[in-house]
């Protein structure tokens, strides 16, 4: 779907995706012979700067369009974010910016509309009108900065529900903040291995890429630390290192 259908970003320029991209991709969205997800939960967690909201926004609109239609999408905000949360512009920008998808949406202020009946709506995260809901999938921006107590019984209240054959939580993210965000500190301590964490529960997927599952909770995890994209460069880095502070610099850009 990506491939064929979205070939500008949200920006309007050229857009693919980059080989690691694909191979999170095939393990996370694996499906079996009836059609079922081996995850409820796929956390894409890596370093700023690396396209992971833009690719969020592709893979909801993926899944909008060819999931379970009329299917009902869920976009939350962050505790930080005063407007719109970032996906859903997102996903305005690449309808924008790819006619054959632009034909087949319509964007208002807060909700998308697909022509096989599948809504897109953006929602606070305080919301708490959530519940109940029939969602097949809930997109989460920066979790690290979903740190309030109305954030986190969100989370618990839009779990996947059982009424469609797959309901998934999809995060995009990079690191947070020691005894703030944790949501997402306990989410990773369940997913990743030891070799990344010694609280680590869960297990690696992949002998290159830091891909790592819990079965059981039914989560898949990228974490990375590493710069994969070509505008990553070292003099970017460098500059970065003189002009932040340590812990910031280990936080955003080393993940």
Partial sequence: ?????????????????????????????????????????????????????????????????????????????????????????????????????????????????????????????????????NHGLVSYDELWGYASEASTRLWEELTPVPTRRNSIRLVTTYAGFEGESRLLWDLYRQVVSKDEHPEGQGERLHPELPIYCNRESRILCYWDHQPRMVWQTQEYYASQKRTLRPGTYLRLHEN
């Fill in 1 to 133: 779907f990506i491939d064929k259908l979205i070939k500008k970003n949200e920006l309007g320029q050229p857009f693919r995706l980059s080989d690691h991209q694909r191979e999170i991709l095939r393990l996370a969205f694996a499906f079996d012979s009836d059609g079922r997800l081996p995850y409820d939960t796929i956390l894409y967690s890596c370093i700023k700067k690396s396209g992971k909201t833009t690719l969020n926004g592709a893979i909801t609109l993926a899944w909008g369009f060819t999931q379970e239609a009329p299917n009902e999408i869920l976009i939350l905000a962050n505790d930080l974010e005063q407007t719109l949360a970032r996906v859903f512009r997102t996903m305005e920008g690449i309808i924008q910016h790819n006619p054959e998808l632009q034909r087949e949406a319509e964007v208002q202020s807060r909700t998308i509309y697909l022509a096989n009946g599948t809504t897109v709506t953006a929602i606070s995260g305080d919301y708490a009108g959530a519940a109940g809901s």
